[in-house]
């Protein structure tokens, strides 16, 4: 008889072990986080930082009262996310609680973040739109204040549920022991009520430590790096009056430290509030690295991720082939290390350099930009089918996004003719995403053009083919190639037919 229930506990615990692998979770790279800032200049540095952050997920982003106004806070939102191509993110105003602007807000009306484009609304408060985030997320979110605590606090009194959907605020404020600061000051009644609301509240200051400012040296590292952070913040700090403050080392790293504590917590020396113990903060950090962290970042080399196999995903010219190698650096400059990692999975994996496998690498990575996701979370209907040359976008598509046919989450449509487009879904959203027709005309006459020279079985034809993609994986930006639109009903998108 014990030897029977030992064989039994054994059975069930495997068979739960079993089970368990059967059904892999997605990865968990993708941090949830919404964002409330005041809209300085460091908050700008800080969003940037994060936008440009692949492993991370934004929901929305909250403009409160303090360097700006919210009201103008959010044009300068609005501009930044234009700049990244990530106009989905929502963006929405807290309550006015200033009288009377601090002394630098006139600076701040005056930088440009990006390009303002005219017609895009704020639809809601920024409480109402922190709660409708909270309702629709299945996890908890962090929330990034930058600013005063005026929304959360808003929130909470309004729904006290809240609270407990929020895994953790990450708050700056410039002292804690005791508290006071810009932020703290600003709305000293919404601090004081969101410290005492029992969530995980890490508060992050800059502790006038030697060193730490956003200075020339970190400055140059945006003027020669090609990569999308580098350019934005380019584009702010050679603008005249943020150089002149540049040179004189007038920008202390404040809002971008809680960009770095995200990304490296470990550069961070945190203690416990004995008297509050759901709140930490920091008595000091490792400016040299954090400094070095956020050079990195900028130039587009810095790497957080895991990998399965890689200890980091290989980018070193020697790694490739000779024709591949003249065009690295460029691509990773230009589109990004996530990019590069599914365009370089995807080659291997499809077993030769196609144009159709590297636009369904880049059509998943868009996808998952315009959800916010990481791997494994998107569902994919494909109108691609199952014959070359469209057919070769599904295998793009399932690298970069982990909707695979192992996991039973990509599907192809029954459709009368193939064309290179996908509906890809996530929470009751659904967004169709195609190749536009100029550049299909351009991939349909350079096959035309090799089969009508080599034939479909010379190694002339293959050759011609690889040289067009790696001139298209160089030249072709994810954010110009494809139409995208909302698709209104989840269940019915996949069955449309043609």
Request: aromatic content about 10%.
């Amino acid at each position: 008889m014990m030897v029977m229930k030992r064989t039994l506990a054994i059975f069930l615990l495997f068979s739960g072990i079993t089970g368990a692998l059967a059904q892999p979770r997605p990865d968990g790279l993708s941090t949830e986080i919404v964002i409330d800032t005041d809209c300085g200049i460091d908050d700008m540095r800080a969003i940037s930082l994060l936008l440009a952050r692949p492993e991370l997920t934004i929901r929305a982003i909250l403009t409160s009262d303090g360097s700006l106004s919210p009201a103008d806070g959010a044009v300068k939102v609005i501009s930044l996310l234009h700049e990244f191509g990530k106009e989905n993110i929502p963006v929405a105003c807290g309550d006015s609680i200033i009288r009377t602007g601090p002394l630098w807000r006139r600076f701040n009306r005056g930088i440009s973040w990006g390009r303002e484009t005219a017609g895009r609304p704020v639809a809601k408060d920024a409480w109402d739109l922190l709660e409708e985030v909270l309702n629709s997320e299945k996890g908890r979110i962090t929330l990034v204040c930058l600013g005063p605590l005026t929304s959360a606090a808003k929130l909470f009194r309004n729904d006290p549920e809240a609270a407990g959907r929020i895994e953790r605020i990450i708050w700056y404020n410039d002292y804690t022991k005791p508290l006071r600061g810009f932020n703290y000051e600003s709305d000293r009644e919404s601090a004081g009520f969101v410290l005492a609301a029992g969530v995980r509240t890490d508060i992050i200051a800059n502790l006038d430590q030697a060193g730490s400012f956003f200075d020339t040296l970190m400055y140059k590292s945006c003027t020669g790096s090609g990569s999308q952070l580098a350019r934005v913040l380019d584009q702010v700090f050679s603008q005249p009056e943020a150089r002149e403050r540049l040179t004189g080392n007038h920008f202390r790293l404040c809002d971008d430290l809680v960009a770095l504590y995200i990304t490296n917590p470990e550069l961070f020396d945190m203690n416990i509030d004995t008297d509050k113990l759901n709140i930490r903060y920091n008595e000091g950090y490792d400016v040299g690295a954090i400094k070095a962290a956020m050079t990195e970042m900028i130039s587009g080399t810095y790497l957080m991720e895991r990998n399965i196999v890689f200890n980091s995903f290989p980018s070193h010219p020697a790694s490739f082939n000779y024709d591949v190698r003249p065009i690295i650096d460029s691509v990773l400059a230009r589109y990004g290390y996530l990019e590069w990692k599914a365009n370089v999975m995807t080659d291997e994996f499809h077993g030769h350099l196609g144009v159709f496998s590297i636009v369904g690498a880049k059509m998943g990575i868009k996808a998952r930009e315009l959800f916010g996701v990481g791997p494994d979370m998107l569902e994919v209907t494909s109108m691609a089918g199952s014959r070359p040359p469209y057919s070769c976008l599904n295998d793009g598509i399932q690298v970069s996004t982990g909707a695979t046919l192992g996991m039973g989450t990509i599907h192809l449509a029954k459709t009368k003719k193939a064309r290179p487009e996908a509906i890809f879904s996530y929470n009751n959203r659904s967004v169709r995403i195609s190749l536009k027709k100029e550049y299909l005309d351009r991939v349909d006459a350079d096959i035309a053009e090799g089969i009508a020279k080599f034939g479909l079985m010379d190694d002339g034809y293959w050759k011609l083919i690889r040289r067009n993609a790696i001139k298209y994986w160089l030249e072709w930006d994810r954010n110009k190639i494809f139409d995208i639109e909302e698709v209104s009903n989840k269940r019915q998108a996949p069955a449309r037919s043609e």
